[in-house]
C-alpha cells in the first residue's frame, strides 16, 4: 500500500491557495463577441467554399415536419426567458468590464504577490514530501512486522475506498478529507505541513475590494449563463417529448429544418437536403414560418 | 452541429453487455488511404486495434506536411470505406504549443452562437470551433482567460481541453482537471482516445454510442510529443450524386484516425455543417474550410511573439 503523500501535500496547497489567479477578462472577451469587428481579409483560399455532403439524419416527411413543428411550437414558450437571460449576461458582462476598468492594476500586483507565497509554500511542501517520502519505507515496514497490523490495513483500506468514491463523485472536499485521513493513519498530517510553510512563507495577500467585487460579477454572468444553458437543455427534451420523437431524431430533423431555412434567408439552394424536402418545406413556408425565430 | 442528444446519450455510456456477456462487435466497415494513387487498407473493424502506440502512427508517416505560419503543419489525405461508394476527404494540422499562444474565442448575436471563420483575424495562425454546444450555448466547461464563463460537466466520455498561462496543453477524460494555472478550458465528448486506448464504448455496439452513425467529423487530439493535432473531415463525393448514401465517418474509425495520425489522447469536437478550420500557411495565405453553421465558441492560435492578446 502506497501513500500518495505527494499528491496530498498538493491538495494541501491548493486548499491553503484557494482563489487561483483569474485573469479577470471575462467580461472584456464576453462583450468582445458581441462588439469585435471583423477584420479585413487579406489573402486567403478557400479550400471548400461549401460542403455540399448530404445531411446526417433521415429525409423529413410530412409527418415528421408535423412532428417537429409541434416541438418547434414548444420552444417558442421558452423564447422570452433565454432572450431576458441573454440580456441579463450582456448587462452583467459591461459591469464586469466597467469593474475590471476600476480595478486597475491592483489584480496584476495581487497575484504577483500571491504567486510570491505560492512559489515559497510550494517549495516548502516539496521539502516535507520529500522527507516523508524517505521515511515512508520504515514506517511501512514497520507496520508490516507489526503484530497484529490487521485493524491498521482495514483502516488503511477503509480510507482508500472514501478516497475512491469522492473521486468517483468529483467530491474535491471529501477526497481531501480522506486524504488527511489516510496521511494521519500513517502518522503524517498535511495540514501540519501548509501551516508550517505558511509561517515560514507567510499569509496569502488580502484581495483588494475591487478583486472582490470583480469575482462577485464574473461569478454572476456565469451564473445567468448557466441558467440560460440549463433552460435551453431542458426545453430540448420537452420539445422532443412534444414532438413525440426521439431526442436525437428531433435535433437531426430540426437541423434539416435550419439549413433549409438557413439557405432560404441567405437566398441560395439548401444543397445539403434531398429535393422531396426542399419541395415539403417550401409547401409547408406557411406553417414553418410561425416557428421559424427558433430555428436562428 | 452534430446533434448534441445523441452525444449526451453517451456522455454516461457504460457497457453492461448482453445477456451471456457476449460482446457486440463494430459495424462491419473499412477504411483505405489514397497513397501514391493506390488504395490501402489501414483499418477494419472486425481487428479495430484498442491501443494506439506511437508505432501504429499509419496515416501520420503517409500525410505530406505543408509548412504553416509559426511552426505549424497541415496536410490532407483521400480516405475511403473500401468497397463502398463514399469517400472522405480527411484535413490535418499539426501544431507546437510552445510555438504558438492559444485562445478561445467567443461570439454571440442576439445571444445565439455567431462564431465563424468569418470572425478570424489576420494574427491567426489556425483556428476552429470548439467543444459542443446546446442551442446557443457552449456545452460544459469554459474558462475564458483564466475566469469561468460556464460551470463544468464530468462524465465517463467528457474530456476536458485546458491551456495553462505559460501555454501547457492537455486533455484530461473523465475527470475535472486540476485547474492550477489554467487560462483558457472546454469540455467536449465523446472521447476518442485515452493515453492511446479507445474507450470500451468505442469498441463494441451497444454500449450507449452510436458506433454506425456516419457524419462529418472533428477531432481534437495531443500526440507522444506534446504536439496538437487537429482532424477534419470533408464530403468527397460527386456533389449529389450519393445524397441518400451514408457518409463521413463513424466515431470508431474517427478514433482511429486520430490514433493513426500519432495522438494518444483525443476528443470528437462539434462535426457535421458546424466543422469549420481555417489554417495560415507559412507565405500567410489563410486557407478556409468553412461551416455551414456559426458556434459560440472557437479555439484559435496566435505565433507566440504576438503580444496583444485577441
Known sequence: MRLPIRITGMLFALIAIAAMPAQAQLGRFIKKATEKAVEKKVDEKVEDATPVAPMAGDPVTESTLDALLQGLSLELETSAKTKQLWTAIQAKAKDVTEAERAAGNEPDVWHKASSDVERCVSNSLDKSNKLHEQEMPQKMMALASSGNNSPMIAKLEAVSKRMRDAQAKNDTPAYMRAMTDYAKILGYDPAQDSVVAFGVCGKLPTKPASMVKLEQLQAEVGRLSDERRDLENETDARAAKAAGMPADKYALARERLWAWSDARRQKKAPRVLTKDEDALFTARASDIKRVERMLR | ?310
Open chain 2, 1 to 310: 452541429m452534430t446533434p448534441l442528444l445523441l452525444g449526451r446519450l453517451a456522455l454516461f455510456a457504460a457497457c453492461v453487455g448482453p445477456a451471456g456477456g457476449t460482446r457486440l462487435a463494430l459495424p462491419p466497415s473499412r477504411l483505405a488511404v489514397r497513397e501514391d494513387a493506390v488504395w490501402r487498407e489501414w483499418w477494419n473493424s472486425a481487428a479495430a486495434p484498442g491501443h494506439y502506440p506511437d508505432a501504429r502512427s499509419t496515416l501520420a508517416r503517409v500525410m505530406r506536411w505543408r509548412d504553416g505560419a509559426s511552426g505549424t503543419a497541415w496536410g490532407e489525405l483521400a480516405l475511403s470505406g473500401a468497397g463502398e461508394a463514399w469517400r472522405t476527404r480527411l484535413i490535418v494540422v499539426r501544431l507546437d504549443p510552445r510555438r504558438v499562444r492559444l485562445a478561445l474565442d467567443t461570439s454571440f448575436a442576439d445571444g445565439n452562437g455567431a462564431w465563424s471563420l468569418d470572425r478570424v483575424g489576420a494574427a491567426a495562425v489556425v483556428a476552429v470551433n470548439a467543444g459542443q454546444f446546446i442551442r446557443s450555448m457552449p456545452w460544459g466547461w469554459v474558462l475564458l482567460d483564466g475566469a469561468q464563463f460556464l460551470r463544468p460537466s464530468v462524465a465517463p466520455l467528457v474530456s476536458t481541453f485546458t491551456v495553462t498561462g505559460d501555454g501547457a496543453v492537455r486533455l484530461v477524460h473523465a475527470t475535472m482537471p486540476d485547474a492550477a494555472g489554467v487560462r483558457w478550458a472546454f469540455q467536449s465528448y465523446p472521447t476518442l482516445l485515452n493515453a492511446g486506448s479507445v474507450p470500451s464504448p468505442l469498441r463494441e455496439t451497444g454500449c450507449g454510442v452510436d458506433v454506425a452513425h456516419r457524419d462529418a467529423r472533428l477531432a481534437l487530439g495531443i500526440d507522444g510529443s506534446g504536439q496538437l493535432l487537429i482532424a477534419m473531415t470533408r464530403f468527397d463525393g460527386l456533389g449529389g450524386a450519393f445524397d441518400r448514401v451514408p457518409f463521413g465517418l463513424t466515431t470508431p474509425e474517427m478514433a482511429a484516425v486520430m490514433g493513426a495520425l500519432g495522438a494518444l489522447d483525443a476528443v470528437l469536437l462539434d462535426g457535421g455543417i458546424s466543422a469549420q478550420l481555417l489554417v495560415r500557411d507559412a507565405a500567410g495565405v489563410a486557407h478556409r474550410w468553412p461551416g455551414v453553421r456559426s458556434v459560440p465558441l472557437a479555439l484559435v492560435a496566435y505565433p507566440r511573439a504576438t503580444p496583444a492578446l485577441p
